[in-house]
């Protein structure tokens, strides 16, 4: 499965359950989806996009925070302003880990 995740895991641990309850709070769910392309890439392309990289979460969470297009289209994503750092942490790290479910 996806080696990287445990890695992430271990580095910043976040429980699956936190970050999925972010995404749905926050209406992420309406756009994306954990494994099908919807009007956003798929959760788990995104986890699969940055595997690897020790700068993703950096980006995706300044990604979720400001918005922004042209890494997988011309569809922008919004950007969410209000919401708080911990949340856009846990949402981010959730889904670089490829957004289990549990
Ligand atoms: C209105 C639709 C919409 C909503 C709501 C939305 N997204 Fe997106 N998201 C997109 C689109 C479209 C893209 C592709 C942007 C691009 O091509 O740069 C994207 C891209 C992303 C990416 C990958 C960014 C990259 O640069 O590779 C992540 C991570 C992400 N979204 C997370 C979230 C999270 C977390 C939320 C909820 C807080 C959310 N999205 C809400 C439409 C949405």
């Known amino acids: 499965m996806l ?5 992430w895991a ?11 309850a972010v ?8 756009c994306h989806a954990v494994d099908r392309k919807l009007v956003g890439p798929s959760f788990q392309q995104v986890a699969e996009k940055y595997k690897g990289d020790p700068k993703a979460s950096e ?15 011309m569809i922008p994503m919004p ?3 209000a919401m708080n750092n911990g949340d856009i942490q846990a949402v981010v790290n959730w889904v670089l880990a490829g957004a ?3």
């Open 3 to 7: 080696m990287g995740a445990s890695a």
């Open 100 to 102: 289990p479910s549990k």
């Open 59 to 73: 980006r995706l969470a300044l990604k979720v925070r400001n918005g922004g297009s042209g890494v997988w289209g």
């Open 10 to 20: 271990a580095d910043q641990p976040v429980s699956a359950a936190d970050g999925m």
């Open 23 to 30: 995404a749905r709070r926050n209406a992420c769910m309406g």
């Open 79 to 81: 950007s969410h302003p």
